[in-house]
């Protein structure tokens, strides 16, 4: 079946620009995780749901970064204002439960 | 706040050596996650741990969870090239209400044929 996908695969953007990343995860996936990942380092867990709300939101940096899941499936990572240091490679991961995460290709943003 | 950290960072062995990367949490972990990374790729799940003292086995890769459940260890025994990449350990805190996981600094490993 279908694995989770992510787009876009690659984000070049200008500093302080919007930027929107979308998630979309295996079908019947009730939990969903946002990481950040920079060259070199483990991800950096950012945001999880679990089915439409926000479990735990604890990693976001700052409120310029903010995520939704409107009907329980698609997630969007919305980030304003866009930061030279936020530059980095977003991955999602969904679960069907509490265990296995099944992560996407990641989406590569740049922000010059 | 709980840190999770791995070592080696870096590890080149020769095909066929055996290879070991090891996981510390600075809090009690609920559950501990392996994941490995090829160059270029996302983060594979390998396996779970959740019982203190948990040995799991998977062909050529031994995996263990700590008695006091804030350590963890894997073990590649005879590694081959398939092998590469990095390797990475996350834990859940017990003291977290969710199922938020922090992922450690991982251990890329290179086998040289």
């Known amino acids: 079946g279908a694995g989770v996908s992510q787009t876009p695969s690659n984000k070049v953007t200008e500093k302080g620009k919007y930027v929107e990343l979308r998630c979309d995860p295996i079908s019947g996936h009730t939990a969903l995780y946002w990481y950040r990942q920079s060259l070199g380092q483990g991800p950096e867990f950012l945001i999880y749901?679990?089915?439409?709300?926000?479990?735990?939101d604890s990693g976001l940096p700052n409120d310029r970064f903010f995520a939704v899941r409107p009907e329980g499936s698609v997630s969007t990572l919305k980030i304003q204002r866009t930061e030279r240091g936020d530059s980095a490679v977003y991955l999602c991961a969904s679960s069907p439960g509490y265990d296995t995460q099944y992560f996407g290709p990641g989406t590569r943003l740049t922000v010059l | 706040g709980q840190q999770v950290m791995q070592i080696p960072q870096y590890q080149h062995v020769q095909e066929g050596e055996d290879f070991t990367t090891y996981c510390n949490s600075s809090t009690t972990l609920s559950n501990i996650q392996w994941y490995k990374q090829r160059p270029g790729g996302h983060p594979v799940f390998l396996i779970q741990?959740?019982?203190?003292?948990e040995v799991k086995k998977q062909k050529r890769l031994t995996f263990q969870f700590g008695e006091a459940k804030k350590n963890s260890s894997l073990h590649i025994t005879a590694t081959q090239t398939t092998d590469v990449g990095t390797y990475f350990c996350a834990g859940r805190d017990t003291t977290s209400g969710t199922y938020k996981y922090i992922f450690g600094t991982g251990t890329r490993l290179k086998v040289l044929a």
């Open positions: 741990l959740v019982k203190s003292g």
């Open positions: 749901f679990q089915g439409t709300g926000a479990a735990d």
